[in-house]
């Protein structure tokens, strides 16, 4: 979720991944500057790191992919109307030279989705909340509304709607284009319930994704599972695909291993590449069945034929010596660079990471940074961080310790545990420039008012700890 110009949640990018510290010894910059490759960290799969240097706690299947054949229900959808709300800019407190509405978004990828929902199109961002006394909240918004416009002008993602935003003065009007479904909130999740009980399983995925991740509703795995399982039952191959990976995991319900392979396998052989994504990884870590490298990888290329990038990135991280087999890092590159180029924001981090240790490729700072960079700007956390320390050593950039800590306040933004943990940790290993600039920002943004000097000590651990626990 997002509270606008802070963060945005989206449940169709859900990481495989978490990250580890890289191979012991130091590296040497262009610059002949010594680095200190445990802030250089590289993708490996789950249960290779140590757990506190995890990546943020979220469910870890890529969201499946939509399309793909004939969805059951596709014809039902919701009833409501297109209204125009005009909302008035304010200044973003402690930055009141950026305009702030407060208001928390989601979006939608999925054409048959948009349709059970009403909307003419796959467009519009989703309202889960918004701040009270803010805006959003004054000019009437609420949960269930969809912005699909902002002064004409069509919004499809919620980066979008950020963008639009900070584009927009503070104090200045505009006018929003909202579509919306009953009077309230809960007149939304009444009519959303009663398309999906006439079957439509868009909104049945759909009340489980909100139940899942406490969207606009008080989170409640198993009643998210018992949408899953009636998607499931109606015909839906992403329903029968992740109520099966939640049996798996006895995510509100009773794990049951022979259950959860009967869903995942009758979801794959019904043509969903993410059910055979999910069950090379069952082969690859042993899940209720015997470890089998060979078959994982066979599963994985499958999915990666039909263009599935999680699978294309979990090739790669098992000939990176991530999985029972023989490291074969040549084949690692090739893989992480299908991803990449197909613009996986994973591919690209870890094709950045074998450019930057020379794994598989001749070693190129540069080149490691320009594939962190087209990460970054999709939001991938590990090039964000790695990215940060590249710019701070002036690794294949030029050194800017002040666009660093830019990025490394954006992944503490966003809590994630590595950056959070180095910060506190290990920030020696970084300039002082850095550091004094990450102090400048967390005194911008409310949580430091200690001497700006780069010295961390508790008043600096103090302010990262509120920037964090604040999100």
């Known amino acids: 979720m997002s509270r606008l110009c802070i963060r945005t949640l989206s449940t169709a990018a859900l990481s495989l991944l978490i990250a580890t510290g890289a191979a012991a010894g130091l590296a040497r910059a262009d610059d002949a500057e010594e680095t200190d490759e445990r802030d250089i960290i590289r993708l490996l799969p789950p249960g290779k790191g140590l757990p506190d240097t995890a990546g943020p706690s979220t469910p870890d299947l890529p969201f499946p992919p939509s399309g793909g054949g004939v969805v059951p229900g596709h014809g039902l959808s919701l009833k409501g109307q297109t209204i125009q709300v005009p909302i008035q800019f304010q200044p973003w407190p402690g930055k009141e030279k950026l305009a702030y509405v407060g208001i928390r978004l989601d979006g939608v990828h999925d054409p048959a989705l948009a349709s059970a929902l009403g909307l003419s199109n796959e467009a519009g961002v989703f309202v889960v909340d918004t701040t009270p006394g803010a805006p959003a909240a004054q000019a009437g918004l609420r949960f269930g509304d969809f912005v699909t416009a902002l002064d004409g002008t069509p919004l499809a993602e919620t980066s979008d709607f950020v963008e639009a935003v900070k584009t927009r003065a503070p104090g200045t009007q505009g006018t929003l284009t909202v579509w919306r479904v009953g009077d309230d909130g809960t007149g939304y999740l009444q009519a959303l319930r009663e398309i999906a009980d006439r079957g439509s399983t868009p909104a049945m995925m ?10 606009g509703v008080k989170t ?8 899953y399982k009636k998607a499931a039952l109606a015909g839906s191959t992403n329903g029968m695909l992740l109520y099966g990976d939640a049996l798996a995991a006895g995510r509100g319900t009773v794990t049951d291993m022979t259950e959860a392979q009967r869903w995942i396998r009758k979801s794959a052989e019904a043509g969903n590449v993410a059910a055979l994504f999910r069950l090379g990884r069952m082969y690859r870590d042993g899940e209720g069945m015997i470890k089998d490298p060979l078959e994982a990888v066979n599963m994985f290329k499958k999915a990666a034929e039909a263009n599935y990038t999680p699978a294309m990135v979990a090739v790669g991280l098992m000939f990176e010596g991530g999985g029972g087999l023989e490291a074969d890092h040549h084949q690692s590159v090739q893989w992480y660079k299908k991803a990449a180029d197909a613009g996986d924001a994973e591919g690209m981090a870890a094709l950045g990471t074998m450019y930057s240790t020379g794994r598989g490729v001749e070693r190129n700072p ?5 594939w962190y960079i087209e990460a970054a700007k999709r939001g991938q956390l590990l090039a964000i961080h790695n990215l940060a320390y590249h710019y701070d050593k002036g690794i294949g950039v030029a050194k800017d310790p002040q666009l660093a800590a830019g990025y490394i306040y954006q992944a503490l933004e966003r809590r994630y545990q590595f950056t959070y943990q180095q910060m506190l940790q290990n920030n020696r290993a970084w300039s002082r420039e850095f550091r004094k600039a990450l102090q400048q920002r967390l005194a911008q943004g409310g949580f430091y008012s200690g001497t700006v000097d780069g010295s961390f000590g508790r008043t600096t651990y103090d302010a990262i700890n509120a920037m964090v626990q604040a999100q």
């Open 206 to 215: 759909f009340l489980a994704r909100l139940y899942t991740n406490g969207t």
């Open 220 to 227: 409640d795995a198993a009643e998210a599972v018992s949408w």
């Open 366 to 370: 540069a080149t490691a940074a320009a």
